[in-house]
Each structure stands twice: as C-alpha cells, then as structure tokens.
C-alpha cells in the first residue's frame, strides 16, 4: 500500500525535470530585459491588443498576449526576490517600470487617433477586477515559473500569458488616459498590478520550492525586512479585490434570484409581462406588464414571492404597460395619424390628376396636329407636314393656336389664304397664327 501511495506521489515530483540553476538564471535574466526585439515586439502586442479592444475582437487579444514579453521582468523580479539578487531585482524592476511607461505611451496615442472610442464589453472586462483575478494571476504564475524552470517547457508559457492577462489591462488604462476616463484608468491599472504582484509572489514560491541558489548572502534581519515588505504589498493589493469579489458574488447572487422572481411572475391576472429590467448595482426590479395590469393583490403576491427569494420589495416597481388613459391616448394618436395620411392622399391624388390632365392636354394637342395633317391633304396633296401647339398671351392669358404646315411645293397666295381661313373655321379660333414652311 505504502508503496503504490509513494508511486503515485511520484507523479507530482519536479525535481527530476527541473532545468540546470545557471540555466534558469540566465533564462530569467533574457526576459529581464527590454531593448532592441524585446521593446518593438512589446509595442507591436501593445497596438494589436488596442486595436483588439477597439473591435471587440477577443481572437486578436488573444495573439496580442502571445507575443507580449512582459512575463520576462515579473518573473524576474519574483526570482531575484527568492534568490536574494539585489541588484537583478533592480534590474528588473527598472525595466518592468520602462516596459510599463512605452505600454501606456503607445496604447494613449492609438486611443487618442483612433475614431472609435466606444467601450465595449471586452475593454469594460478589464476595469473591475475581483478576488478571482487573484487565483488566475497567482495559479498562472506558478505554472509559467515552473514552465521557466523546467526542461520541458512545453507550451506552457504562452498559455500563461494568456491566463494572466497582461497586455488587456494596460491598454484600457491608455484608453481611460487618452479618453480623460479616470475611472477605467485606476480599474485597469489596478488589475495589471494585482496580476504583475501575484504572478511574481508565484515565481518567488516556485523558486523556493525549486531551492533554487542564493545569489547574494544576506543578514537575517534584511531578509527579515524583505519577507515583511512583501507581505504588505501583498495585503495591500489583495484586500481591494476581496471587496470587488464579495460585490460581484453578492450582485450575481441578486441577478439569479430577480430572474427567478421574472420568471415566476411572467402571467399575473390574463396580464402578460411584456418587459422587465435588473439593475444588480442599485437592487432595482422593474416589472411592466400588458393590458390594464394587474391588481393590488397580484401585486402583493408579486412581493411576497421576492420576500422569499430574499429581494427588496422596496425597490421593486410594477407598471402596467396600458391603462384607459393610455388607450384613449393611443386612439386619438391612432385617428390623427390617420387623419393626416388621408390629406396627403387626397393631395396626392390632386397632383396626379393635376399630372395626368397635362398628358391629356399633350396627348389632344399631338392628335389635334395629326387630324389636320390629314384633312388638309385631302385638298392639298402637296402638304407633308403639319406641327400644331398652343401658346398664351399675357396679361390677358389669351390662347392662342399656332399651326405649321410644310409642303413639298411653293403654295400661291391664294392657297395659303384658302388654307389660313380653313385652318381658323376647323380650329374654331380667330386668332389662330397659320405659318407655312
């Protein structure tokens, strides 16, 4: 028995794996540094996960974790930590802070040229974190300090990268400074630290438990101050998120129960409700239900079922969506709405009418030239053509006939005179102008 349960823990062993000291020491001191590759590719992931967040797009957030080296100096400052090496820790330090300063330089600039500058719900995510934050940043630490560690690396520390979530939180800070937004500012950078501390208190327990070398030796009273310092800040940083953790289980807690309540109440009376609102922050249900609603009794059943499922009646608000107030005013809305349809109707159809008497009147006035093309040459083969219009003479509006004729030889004056005269009696107007071409 013994044996199998010593088999089994063998499973767990780490030792055997674990890289050579001078490896992972010159391992953790490569990603301590940030020129050259380090920083273009740091500014490159820091543009692609701004430009993730203005879309909305958590596939590219995702690759802009994959190329972020920003792991490099956190473990860095956890293993100097654990390691007592002073002066890799300030090292560290100093270029973590530069690494910080570029991130949030270049994410401002993108938000402050971009012309989108809606928050949504992927940026949103990163300005209020939780408890919860804390495990992922501190189980993430532990598994990408291991995966330093060890000879079989795997593919371990890209999906650290992406657990911990580094990138996401400075680029909305630069968002909350490039759209003067202090809120989603400190939210944001309060994330990045609470991820930045934990994941280096992880690198520094996995160091420990590593026994990875001291590098520097040093009084007990220092390393006394040193364990004391990081103790606070890890107090410090931790007792923020367990407040944001309780509102948010307490708000979730809220939620589930007003949806149990919705649910519950959904048919009240022959009324149906037609809509509902819950605002976890403030405790707020509205409910707002069809036809006339529902009576006091009903009302009174609605609150007794959120006195059960531990709601505040007090700020439960039940509407009726109609009642005869709102449906006299929706009636006489109704018959305007109809009243004004009908009047442009009517205006619409006069302009039609208006429309088609003018087709009409072009339609007489080319027949009205065809019939006398044609009478006329009965008489006077020799006419080809004949044009016919109407003009108006003001300010008296006298109509006034016009007629052309066009014949294929010279008429005589006594033709034309015949052919005037003709035209005059068939058009029944005296003053009709007769032209000949």
Not at 13 to 36: A, L, W
Not at 59 to 78: D, E, K, Q, R, T
Request: positive net charge; contains cysteine.
């Amino acid at each position: 028995m013994k044996e199998k349960l010593f088999r089994y823990l063998s499973y767990f062993n780490i030792m055997h794996e674990r890289e050579d000291f001078d490896t992972i020491h010159t391992e953790v001191e490569k990603g301590v540094v940030f020129k050259g590759t380090n920083l273009w590719v740091l500014m490159c992931a820091i543009l692609v996960a701004s430009v993730g967040l203005n879309m909305n797009s958590t596939a590219v957030i995702i690759g802009a974790m994959l190329i972020s080296p920003l792991m490099g100096p956190i473990n860095g400052i956890g293993y100097s930590l654990a390691t007592y090496d002073f002066q890799l820790f300030r090292k560290a330090v100093k270029n973590f802070t530069f690494a910080i300063l570029v991130s949030l330089i270049t994410s401002s600039l993108y938000f402050f040229i971009s012309p989108v500058d809606t928050a949504h719900s992927e940026l949103l995510a990163r300005t209020s974190p939780t408890i919860y934050d804390v495990f992922i940043a501190l189980f993430g630490g532990v598994a990408g300090m291991l995966a330093l560690s060890s000879k079989l690396k795997g593919n371990v520390i890209p999906g650290v990268a992406i657990a911990t979530a580094l990138m996401p939180p400075l680029c909305t800070a630069g968002y909350g400074l490039a759209t003067f937004q202090f809120t989603y500012f400190f939210g944001a950078l309060y994330l990045f630290t609470i991820n930045t501390v934990f994941i280096a208190v992880a690198s520094l327990f996995v160091s420990q438990v590593l026994k990875l070398p001291i590098r520097t030796i040093v009084d007990k009273a220092r390393a006394k101050r040193v364990n004391q310092y990081i103790t606070l800040i890890l107090f410090i940083t931790a007792i923020p998120s367990i407040y944001f953790g309780y509102k948010l289980v307490q708000n979730e807690r809220f939620s589930d129960n007003a949806r149990k309540l919705i649910g519950s109440v959904s048919v009240k009376e022959n009324s149906y409700l037609l809509d509902s609102y819950i605002n976890s922050n403030t405790k707020a249900i509205r409910l707002i239900y069809s036809g006339y609603g529902v009576s006091d009794t009903a009302k009174i059943e609605i609150k007794k079922k959120a006195l059960a499922l531990a709601l505040d009646t007090g700020k439960i608000t039940i509407y009726n969506g109609t009642d005869k107030t709102m449906v006299q005013a929706e009636t006489q809305k109704m018959l305007t709405e109809v009243e004004e349809i009908n009047n442009k109707l009517a205006l619409s159809n006069f302009a039609l009418q208006q429309s088609q008497n003018q087709l009409d009147s072009l339609h007489r006035i080319d027949s009205k030239g065809k019939i006398l093309l044609a009478e006329i040459k009965e008489f006077y083969p020799q006419i080809s053509s004949c044009s016919y219009s109407v003009t108006y003479i003001h300010p008296d509006t006298v109509k006034i006939p016009i007629v052309i004729y066009t014949a294929r030889k010279t008429l005589n004056l006594a033709d034309r005179n015949k052919i005037i005269n003709w035209t005059k009696s068939r058009l029944v107007n005296d003053k009709t102008k007769v032209y000949f071409d």
